[in-house]
């Protein structure tokens, strides 16, 4: 497929894409703040991830949305939860938090169906709780990228699915004249992905390159 019919088709999905006020206004705050934040086509990727990993009849199923963008992520992880489900927001930006809470309040979701972690998520995550997840989504710094896998994987049960945006560089990790910090990063943190245990792996054309990681 060409850039340009790549780009044809993206636009027809964005085009033909279901309105919602709720995630026009969270979009229009992310792209006022210059956050990162999936297109429609990886947002449905991420509400089909998430009714597939939490399908199995499990009583409260949890998501977690890692990003400065979270009423965007939020709302589709969100869309994809049963009644019964639980997002966590992990970000430590007090405003972007506050957005995504008036964003969900405004979509219909209850309070009681989101939990507001404002700290840095490195730090938040390795106290949480283990096997206990079926969707994770995170878009951190490329420095983090490994730090990020290795303390997001054992967060996931069985058949739960860790999506790590941005996490190609738009592909230049493939391009061997690339020998910075960010680009050597990403590479490690590939290298990690591909040879993580009992993992199944796929890595998509999305936003800067998008890794799923499901949990055998």
Known sequence: MTSTAFDALRAYIEQTSPADDAL????????????????????QLLTTLTAAATR?????????????????????????LPDSGILSCIDPEAEHQANAKATF????????????????PLDVIERLATSAYQ????????MDLLALLKTAWPLLSPGGTLVV???????????PTRT??????????????????GA?????PLGAGLTLLTKR
Request: overall charge negative.
């Open 24 to 43: 026009a206004g969270a979009t229009a705050h992310a792209t006022e703040f210059a956050l990162p934040f999936p297109d429609a086509a990886t947002g």
């Open 56 to 80: 199995h009849g499990i009583d409260k199923p949890q998501a977690i949305a890692i990003t400065p963008a979270a009423s965007v992520v939020g709302l589709y992880l969100l869309n994809g």
């Open 105 to 120: 309040r405004a979509a219909g979701y209850a309070a009681s169906r989101v939990r507001f972690l404002p700290s840095r």
């Open 135 to 142: 969707l994770i989504y995170a878009d951190v710094p490329t």
């Open 165 to 175: 945006a941005n996490s190609l560089l738009d592909g230049t990790i493939a391009d």
């Open 180 to 197: 910075d910090r960010a680009t050597l990063a990403a590479r490690e943190a590939d290298d990690y992905a591909r040879d993580l245990d």
């Open 200 to 204: 199944v792996l796929t890595r998509l």
